[in-house]
């Protein structure tokens, strides 16, 4: 065996094996407990980058590890491969989105399989094959028998020039990504699932999700938003009509002084004044090209305008002026807002901007506001004023006492509302799940029979990005014939929200060959909930809410028995690298830079910050690329040492460099002493030096196992077998005990296994084992190595290292104090001088002070 370390060669070599073996294929054991290690699947762009390599090596580390601890270990790998990168393809390079996006798995799966990574890949599949989605469509149906699934009017975005709709991701700036010309929002009818049904139990659950972080669980808390208080009436002035809002301070209702609504309310219009319109009109149109996020910014420049209407303060009959506001959306509450400028910060700007009044109704305690000379709101507890009969009660007691005199009045009542919303899963784009229903003019919406699905997307059609979906007009796929009554009907053309293929896929996977129905119950069972799910913080309130949500439409339609799909998260950071960037050629790549200076033009080069790794700020690396200068192993060990899971990883040529020199020294560590200890056994006990080595072996498995196992401390596992690396090379008195020396090499191999697989395999054949390395089994901790008989003790004098000294761990003061006074290197500090004090601090040091 060459002392020459090749990954190239070894890497092919047991990827070849893992290959043709499948070894890590899973299936149902009721004598094994099982595991089940997700991350989330990726979609398939055409190359993986360094943000998978650490997602996945992460996920690899912990199945490998749980297999080695004798789980039975379900590890598998799909592809999230509906959406609109795939359209774009098309319509950029004319090639059918189906033809892209399988091209671009074949060459991503041999990319993972590069890495190295422990899938089950028997269980490969798409969320585009018709075999995934047209369980998909059968679970919408049965959400439609229930009342689950419904459709109603909804603004989208509209380009008229490309006449079609438009995806958020595709307005820049309020303009059509394609044409560069103004979107416009336009009402049309969309699908939407029910999750306000479940708005409860998502709640509920956050509290017993232990396994999750508390950042993701308050993200969905605050998505989900339930708050408790009242729905009260304005009515408008000389108008039948009612505005409703709600609030959850009617302890403030006398301090309203003026109505805010969203632009886009349906009332909105109907509220203009003749003399108003123009103007309103405009504003509408120009708050509808905002981000809704950035309208809902604490930094957003407040803005409104008068619609010219009045509404009535239902307790104190005032006439207020009803404005539309920027920062006021339809997507909480009513999209109406009392605004009590005196007390809500975002209404108090508002009002010192448009110069409307700011009435105190709440004073704090032993003080006196004046809304005249207020510099803030004030939104603390006080004691009410201004406010009638509930004038000196604490707001407290004024909010229940407020409430319910406005129920008595029929002005209003007491109520639970949630910010969110329904879950609009249409989308008029051709690269999705198609809608399984058909719309008959006599007989409305009638449901796909279960029969006839797979709906299947029809793949004879030209992409041009003009025009809307092409299956609105490809004859073949919509006419049909209605399945009441038989008559020429036509297919619903939207089709789902990728989001709809990923809130299943785990659950799938379960079972992914069955043909009888979405789940084979037995099997998803067995295997669910996802007992560890890996992936970005991004996902927290879009991908991991509606899991959780379909989640439970499938154990309602008894298709699983299981609450929640995932019984721990971890969302890893990102991979970050400091940008490059000239200030006349803009951000560069590494090899535009050369000494400082761009290469283009031959100027300086200014260093931006440390950023994830972005092709638009070319910061990127490509993990092919470092495959092959390095190996996967050294890719897998930089991504997983460098930092802990959780944080962002910086970007460090060193830290890769410093990796390889690592390997190359296990690799030389056994092959240097392998006609050593070649055949040699165990010895069950040691002495002498051998004593101190078996300790560290041991001590490293007892750190190692506890850093893997649930706490994902890979970084301080991985520094742990490098001190026992450094410990076997400093081990000097090997070929006298050549099978202590074994036993710390083979425990080097075993634990480095879930982390650098190739080379372990490799060096574990190397030592003479017939089966692979992770079927030896997780090392356990010899508990009596552990045992220390002896202490080293530093020596200081006056403060100063000058030697060390080893004692037995039940040595008394006296005899500690004089090994030390003893010892020949102190006694060069300490022999012509007085001892005035000998300090012994337990198990650590002794330090004696001389004059």
């Known amino acids: 065996m060459s002392n020459l370390y090749n990954p190239n060669d070894i890497e092919a070599k047991w990827q070849k094996n893992w290959i043709e073996k499948q070894p890590f294929c899973a299936s149902m054991d009721s004598d094994k407990e099982k595991y089940y290690l997700l991350e989330m699947f990726p979609y398939p762009s055409g190359r993986i980058h360094m943000g998978h390599v650490r997602n996945y090596a992460i996920g690899d580390v912990v199945a490998r590890f749980k297999r080695m601890q004798g789980f ?19 319509i950029e390079h004319g090639i059918h989105p189906a033809k892209w996006t399988y091209e671009n798995i074949d060459s991503m799966r041999v990319q993972l399989q590069r890495i190295g990574l422990s899938y089950d890949w028997q269980r490969e599949f ?25 459709k109603k009017g909804s603004s989208v975005n509209w380009c008229n020039d490309c006449n079609t709709v438009l995806a958020n991701e595709q307005v820049e700036d309020g303009c059509c990504w394609r044409c560069h010309n103004e979107v416009q929002p336009k009402e049309l009818e969309q699908w939407f699932f029910k999750i306000t049904d479940y708005a409860d139990e998502l709640l509920e659950w956050t509290d017993k999700l232990s396994g999750w972080p508390e950042r993701v669980l308050a993200m969905q808390r605050n998505w989900i938003g339930k708050s408790y208080g009242c729905e009260i009436e304005f009515t408008v002035a000389d108008q039948a009509e009612k505005i409703k809002v709600f609030t959850t301070r009617p302890d403030t209702l006398y301090g309203a002084t003026f109505m805010s609504l969203a632009p886009e309310h349906p009332q909105a219009k109907d509220l203009i004044t003749s003399d108003q319109k123009a103007d309103v009109e405009a504003f509408i149109d120009d708050v509808a090209r905002q981000d809704k996020g950035d309208r809902t910014s604490g930094d957003l420049e407040k803005k409104g305008i008068f619609t ?41 700007e508002f009002a010192k901007k448009y110069e409307l009044p700011i009435r105190v109704v709440i004073q704090p305690e032993g003080e006196v506001l004046d809304g005249d000379t207020m510099e803030e709101a004030f939104t603390g507890s006080g004691v009410l004023t201004n406010s ?26 007491k109520t639970v509302n949630y910010r969110l919303r329904d879950w609009g899963v249409s989308r008029q784009r051709y690269w999705g799940t198609p809608i399984p229903i058909i719309y008959c003019d006599d007989c409305g919406a009638v449901p796909v029979p279960e029969t006839d699905l797979p709906v299947k997307l029809p793949t004879d059609v030209e992409l041009t990005g003009e025009g809307g979906s092409p299956l609105a007009s490809h004859a073949a796929f919509l006419q049909a014939n209605c399945p009441k009554c038989g008559k020429i009907a036509k297919r619903e053309t939207d089709t789902f929200d990728t989001f709809v293929e990923s809130s299943w896929y785990f659950a799938r996977y379960t079972c992914p060959g069955h043909t009888d129905g979405p789940l084979d119950k037995d099997a998803a069972n067995y295997w669910l909930p996802v007992d560890q799910y890996i992936g970005g913080i991004e996902h927290a309130v879009m991908h991991l809410l509606y899991a959780r949500f379909f989640t439970k439409i499938l154990r309602d339609l008894d298709m699983i028995d299981v609450d929640e799909p995932f019984t721990n998260l971890l969302t890893q950071g990102m991979v970050c690298k400091e ?3 000239c200030e006349e050629h803009g951000w560069l790549y590494p090899e535009q830079v050369d000494d400082g200076n761009c290469t283009l033009c031959n100027k300086p080069i200014v260093l931006g910050r440390t950023e994830k790794m972005s092709k638009s700020k070319k910061n990127v690396i490509d993990p092919n690329q470092l495959i092959e200068q390095y190996g996967a192993d050294t890719a897998r060990l930089f991504s997983l040492f460098a930092a802990p899971p959780e944080k962002d990883l910086e970007w460090n040529e060193q830290g890769v460099e410093g990796c390889y020199r690592f390997l190359n020294r296990v690799w030389r560590a056994v092959n240097d002493n392998l006609e050593l200890i070649s055949g040699v056994e165990v010895p069950a006990t040691v002495s002498g030096d051998a004593v101190d080595l078996r300790r560290k072996t041991n001590q490293t498995i007892k750190k190692v196992s506890a850093d893997i196992d649930g706490s994902f401390h890979f970084n301080t596992a991985i520094a742990a077998v490098m001190e026992l690396v450094n410990a076997i090379y400093a ?14 090499l083979e425990a080097t191999v075993v634990m480095l296994n879930p982390f650098v697989p190739h080379i372990c395999e490799e060096l574990w054949q190397v030592l003479g084992h017939q089966q692979g390395v992770e079927l030896c089994g997780w090392p356990t901790v010899d508990e009596a190595a552990l045992v220390t008989t002896e202490l080293t003790l530093v020596v200081q004098v006056n403060g100063k290292v000058r030697g060390k000294i080893t004692v037995t761990v039940d040595a008394d003061k006296e005899t500690i104090e004089a090994e030390a006074l003893a010892d020949e290197n102190v006694q060069r500090f300490i022999a012509d001088k007085q001892v005035r004090k000998v300090i012994v601090v337990p198990g650590r040091l002794i330090n004696i002070v001389v004059a």
């Open 72 to 90: 039975n270990v379900l590890h598998p790998m799909g592809w999230d491969a509906f959406g609109m990168p795939a359209e774009n393809a098309a």
């Open 126 to 150: 798409a969320t585009c094959d018709a075999d995934y989605y047209r369980w998909e469509q059968l679970v919408f149906l049965k959400m439609y028998e229930r009342g689950l699934a419904y």
């Open 308 to 348: 010219g209407s009045y509404c009535i303060n239902p307790l104190n009959g005032e006439k207020i002026p009803v404005f539309l506001a920027n920062f006021v959306l339809m997507d909480y509450g009513t999209g109406a807002v009392m605004a009590v400028p005196a007390h809500d910060q975002r209404d108090f």
């Open 388 to 413: 009638s009969q509930f004038d000196g009660k604490d707001n407290e007691t004024a909010k229940e006492g407020i409430a319910t005199f406005l129920d008595e009045q029929g002005n209003g009542r």
């Open 579 to 581: 940008t490059q960037r």
């Open 731 to 744: 081990f000097k008195p090997k070929q006298d005990h050549p099978g202590v020396l074994r036993e710390a």
